[in-house]
């Protein structure tokens, strides 16, 4: 099967830093993919670094078979791809339906796309008139989301969805997850949570200080005494 996204060899980070030091990575269509790794092992960097944000300095990046390493973001955007950052990073001055339309930039919203959008999150249809940065935390998450969304990408990066959130509204978010993945939106997972981000993933990669030194299916690593004890508690 023709992969959606590869990282080949790259090596990327800040300044004269590399971070990443040869990290491979590959999604198919329609999987949910996460990686995992301790603070500071580089997950950001790599989905930052997917996104045309930060540098590749070596290696390649493959989008749908395109060449997209060092192409700036809103390129990359509208080729398809979309990130929902760590700490969400809505605009807590605009209003829920302003945040929503500047997820879709590059093209006209209609109002089919917002319904959409509220057919999967009705609360948000009910804030759709207040201010982003009165919503509760589970609630910007959902809107850091649906802003993605609004740009109908084929692939969704997301940097710890669940980071700072009460343990019921975690389970919304992962549920939320996998009924993107189920309506056809390949997933890029990275997520401290290793065990929620394996019941969703179907592989995974583990990230230690900027190399990968694990991969294989979901199941498998839920298993692997070494992720247990990392990882999972175990």
């Known amino acids: 099967m023709k992969m959606l996204l590869q990282l080949e060899d790259v090596y990327a980070g800040f300044g004269t830093v590399d971070v990443l030091k040869g990290v491979s990575v590959d999604v198919k269509p329609g999987e949910i993919v996460t990686i995992l790794g301790a603070n500071g092992a580089g997950k950001s960097t790599t989905l930052m670094t997917i996104c045309g944000v930060n540098h590749c300095r070596q290696g390649r990046i493959l989008f749908d078979g395109q060449p997209i390493q060092n192409r700036a973001p809103h390129e990359i955007v509208r080729l398809g ?40 999150f009705p609360i948000l249809k009910e804030r759709q008139g207040q201010l982003g940065g009165t919503l509760s935390g589970g609630e910007q998450q959902m809107l850091a989301i649906s802003r993605a969304l609004m740009a109908r990408p084929k692939l969704l990066l997301l940097d710890e969805p669940s980071l700072g959130l009460a343990p019921m509204i975690v389970t919304k978010i992962f549920e939320i997850i996998r009924e993107i993945s189920q309506q056809g939106t390949t997933i890029l997972l990275v997520e401290q949570n290793a065990n929620m981000a394996l019941h969703v993933a179907q592989r995974g990669y583990v990230l230690e200080t900027g190399r990968i030194v694990l991969h294989d299916t979901a199941k498998n690593l839920m298993n692997n005494d070494e992720v247990k004890k990392s990882y999972l508690g175990g």
């Open 81 to 120: 791809l979309s990130q929902v950052p760590e700490g969400r990073r809505i605009f807590p001055r605009l209003t829920v339906k302003e945040n929503l339309e500047m997820g879709a930039f590059h093209r006209q919203v209609n109002g089919d796309e917002l319904e959409r959008v509220f057919a999967q």
